[in-house]
Structures are given as structure tokens and as C-alpha cells.
């Protein structure tokens, strides 16, 4: 079985249902069609081999021959684990979304599948050119899915988003073109994009550092970081809950990820140049995200904010440049997703027992009306705060040990937003389930449509809880490889 049956099923089979299926049963259909990708991802993961740091399940054809570009894809210690989560949490997306009645149904899973593919294209995409054309692809399904089944002002938001991820992908495709170019004429070889051929192909430093700020500017944007967050807000508002649960669970994952399988081992004196600047952005978004949540009383936009915060730390593990930090970033990546989807269904629950209201101030006193509830929110967050035991702690604690045994004031200082989450965190659980109660609240336990998404992701979180080393030991052999050049770079410069 090859990687493309698994990296074009979902849009195979939302296109097939979309055409034949029943306008009331697409999307049952589609749902359970999602469970076969996540079957297919499973045996992936289980055919995996331990303790190897190259490529495995390769497929390698020629695309493009005159501009070198090639179809290869790939699975290693970077992406095995992340293309497994990316299927979870699509599948519970759309098991959440086949509850609801949605508008033109057939069209809004053709998205959701055309989405599954290009994140799934983009995590085993191992030429630089195929990456970009998913990387772009990927983003288009939210366009439509804000800006035709959002809510409040989703013009204004699918404006934001649009401006602000084209001014990304310019930058990001200029940056590609300069590298695969520059690499050939500096070596004196023939054009290619293929990430392994362009690792052998070094460039000079100037170059390096201007294609790295086009791919860090790319990239900032898509996760997003601080300052370069201006679309979120509106963004995340907007987007329906189940778009916005897999795109801040798992597409945000894909320019983190862009980090390490492309920026790092390609312009390893840039990632050491710019080193110190990317943890001082890194550790500023902390903070000011970090305040965003403290503020807001909008739910959606606690989490949100949360996001950016988690995904500032994810970027202090990639920049610490140090094999502890990489693989914490990895974890918690995986960590990230499997808490920051379910918060954002649970606060769809919370809305709807609170008369449709997201804000903290309408929502109160529900702890022993839904107990369940109450009880699968209280596990998430716990490992939302990072408490120790549960995944996020050892993620976050591998991050913090890179970054101290690089910058150590840095560490010190993003230290503070370990603290900061446990405070909103908390604040959110306690509000919307100890406080006096609502005035709207109504006393309604969790369903079957709700239970049948959290209760899973909830189970998955307690195992990698109890087992943090399934990630570990698939992503150690790779993360040293990926963090070796900059090594080599620092040592020579000493």
C-alpha cells in the first residue's frame, strides 16, 4: 500500500459521495468513510521501523522533469506520528459535523476532504515544490468553509485570512524557487526541488539568510505567531467549529512542521544566525498571548489565544537548535492537537447549555448539572495547563531543557507562560463549571454526538499520558538528524 492511496482517500471519497450520496446521509457516510484513512494510518504507524532516521514508504516519480520537480513522498520520525494524528482528528471532525444539518452538506465534506488531502500531502511531501503546491492547497477548503458556513462577520474574516496567508504563501514560494535555483547554480548541477538532493547542495550564507526570512515569514503567518496573528481573532470566530478544531489542531502544525523538515536542514548557518531572533519572537508571542488570554471572556478566544502560546513554545523547542527541544516540539505538536480540538468542541457544548452564548460571563454552574461533561473537560484541561503527568508536561518540559541548555534567559523568562496557562486555564474550567450559574444555563448532560468525538480524544490523551515514548521513539533518530547541521555550524563558528 502505498502513501498516495492514503494522502488522496479522503478527497476520493467525499468527491464519490458528494456525486452519489443522499443529501441526509453524506455526511454519515463521509465520517465513516474517514475511519477507513485513520485504518490505513494505523498500519502505517505499525509497519514503521524503529530506530531508523531516513525515509520509509518512499514513492518517487518524476513530475516535472525540465524544472526537476518530482512526486516523492515519504514518512520518517518527523511526520509518521503527525500523519496519524492529522486522520483523528479529521475523522472527529467530521463524526462531529455528521450530527448537525448543515447548508449544501455534499459541498461542505467535499471540502473537509480536499482539506484531509492536501494537510496529509503536505506532511509526506518530500520535494520542495510539491510542498509549497499543498501548503497552499490546504488553505483554500477553510476559505470556503469560513466565508460560506461561518458565522458573524465571515467576510471580514475570510478577507483577513486571505490577505494575510497570500502575502505568506508569496513569500514562501519566492524562497522556493531562490533555493532550488541558487542551489544548482552554486553546485554547478542540474534544477531540483528533492529535499535530499538540495541537503547536498549547500548555499552560500547570504543567500541562506534572505530565503530563510521568506520561509520564516511563510511560516510565522500560518501558525500563527505574534506579531504576524492579525487574522486569528476574526479567523477563528468565524470558521465553524469543526473547521476551526482541525485547522488550529493540525494545519497550524504543518508550518511548525515546515520548520524542521525544511528550514533547518537546508539553511543551517541562517537557523544559527537567526537563532536568538526567532526565541525572542518566540518568547514575546508567549507573553502577549499569554495576556490575550487572561483578557478575553469569549471561549473561542481563550483557546485561540492559547494556541498561539502553544505553538510560540512549539518554536522555542525548534530554535533551541538542540535535539531535546526538537523532540519536545514534536511531542507537543501531537499534544496540541489532541487538546486544543476537543476544547474547541467542548465549547461548542458549553454554548449550547448556555442559550447559545461563547462568552464566560453567560456560562456557570455546570459541573454538577453535567457531570460528564465536567469530568472529560476537567482531564483536557489538565493537560492544557501542562500539569505534570500528562503529555504536555513532558513535551513542554523537553522544550524548556533545549532552550536552557541554549539560551538560558530565554528559558527563564518563557518559564512565566507555564504559569500563565495554568491561570486561564483554570479560569475557564472554574467559570463555566464551579461559578454560580448562568443566567441562561440549562441543565443538559453531554449526548451521544458530543461523547462519541471527546470520549476518544480524551482516551488517547491518557494513554500518551501514561506513554509518552510512542512519539518519542519514533521522532529521536530523526530529530537528531535534523538539528545535526545546525551543530555542525555552531561548532565551526567557535
Not at 288 to 308: G, K
Not at 324 to 342: E, I, K
Not at 350 to 376: C, I, K, T
Not at 413 to 432: D, K, P
Request: charged letters at 10%; one cysteine or more.
Amino acid at each position: 500500500m502505498t502513501l498516495s492511496i492514503l494522502m488522496w482517500l479522503p478527497l476520493a471519497i467525499s468527491l464519490v459521495l458528494a456525486i452519489v450520496s443522499p443529501r441526509a446521509l453524506v455526511g454519515r457516510l463521509t465520517a465513516a468513510g474517514s475511519l477507513v484513512t485513520v485504518g490505513i494510518a494505523i498500519s502505517f504507524v505499525a509497519r514503521y521501523k524503529l530506530g531508523h532516521a531516513g525515509l520509509q514508504f518512499v514513492t518517487d516519480k518524476v513530475w516535472i522533469g525540465a524544472l526537476g520537480i518530482h512526486y516523492k513522498l515519504g514518512l520518517d520520525g518527523l511526520n509518521i506520528v503527525l500523519v496519524l494524528v492529522t486522520t483523528v482528528l479529521f475523522s472527529a471532525s467530521l463524526i462531529w459535523a455528521s450530527f448537525r444539518e448543515w447548508d449544501r452538506p455534499q459541498l461542505f465534506y467535499l471540502f473537509f476532504g480536499l482539506a484531509e488531502s492536501a494537510v496529509l500531502g503536505a506532511f509526506c511531501a518530500q520535494d520542495l515544490a510539491l510542498f509549497v503546491a499543498f501548503f497552499d492547497l490546504m488553505l483554500i477548503p477553510f476559505y470556503f468553509l469560513t466565508g460560506m458556513w461561518g458565522t458573524g462577520d465571515r467576510v471580514r474574516a475570510t478577507t483577513k485570512l486571505v490577505v494575510y496567508t497570500l502575502v505568506g504563501s508569496f513569500f514562501m514560494l519566492a524562497g522556493a524557487v531562490a533555493t532550488g535555483v541558487l542551489a544548482s547554480e552554486q553546485n554547478g548541477t542540474n534544477l531540483t526541488f528533492v529535499l535530499s538532493s538540495l541537503q547536498h547542495l549547500p548555499l552560500s550564507r547570504t543567500s541562506q539568510e534572505w530565503i530563510f526570512l521568506c520561509f520564516a515569514v511563510a511560516f510565522l503567518v500560518k501558525m500563527p505567531i505574534v506579531p504576524l496573528h492579525g487574522w486569528l481573532a476574526d479567523g477563528y470566530k468565524s470558521m465553524p467549529i469543526p473547521a476551526v478544531a482541525v485547522f488550529s489542531g493540525i494545519v497550524s502544525k504543518v508550518a511548525a512542521y515546515g520548520f524542521l523538515r525544511i528550514v533547518l536542514p537546508l539553511f543551517p548557518y541562517a537557523s544559527v544566525h537567526f537563532q536568538t531572533l526567532m526565541l525572542v519572537i518566540g518568547v514575546f508571542s508567549i507573553l502577549y498571548a499569554t495576556a490575550l488570554a487572561f483578557t478575553t471572556t469569549d471561549a473561542r478566544l481563550v483557546v485561540a489565544y492559547s494556541s498561539v502560546a502553544q505553538l510560540s513554545f512549539i518554536t522555542l523547542g525548534i530554535f533551541s537548535l538542540q535535539p531535546d527541544g526538537a523532540q519536545g516540539a514534536l511531542l507537543q505538536m501531537v499534544n496540541h492537537a489532541l487538546v486544543t480540538a476537543p476544547l474547541f468542541f467542548i465549547v461548542a457544548a458549553l454554548a449550547v447549555r448556555a442559550g447559545g452564548s461563547e462568552n464566560l460571563r453567560d456560562m456557570g454552574g455546570l459541573a454538577f448539572r453535567a457531570p460528564v461533561l465536567a469530568a472529560l473537560f476537567l482531564i483536557v484541561a489538565l493537560a492544557w495547563l501542562a500539569m505534570p503527568g500528562s503529555p504536555n508536561f513532558a513535551g513542554e518540559f523537553l522544550i524548556l531543557l533545549g532552550v536552557f541548555q541554549s539560551k538560558l534567559v530565554i528559558a527563564v523568562i518563557a518559564f512565566v507562560g507555564t504559569i500563565g496557562a495554568a491561570y486561564y486555564a483554570l479560569r475557564m474550567y472554574i467559570t463555566s463549571m464551579h461559578n454560580r450559574v448562568g443566567p441562561r444555563d440549562t441543565s443538559r448532560e453531554i449526548g451521544l454526538s458530543d461523547a462519541a468525538v471527546l470520549v476518544p480524544l480524551v482516551a488517547i490523551l491518557l494513554v500518551l499520558a501514561f506513554y509518552p515514548q510512542f512519539v518519542l521513539k519514533r521522532t529521536e533518530p530523526t530529530a537528531k538528524a535534523t538539528v545535526a547541521p545546525t551543530s555542525i555550524v555552531r561548532l565551526a563558528s567557535r
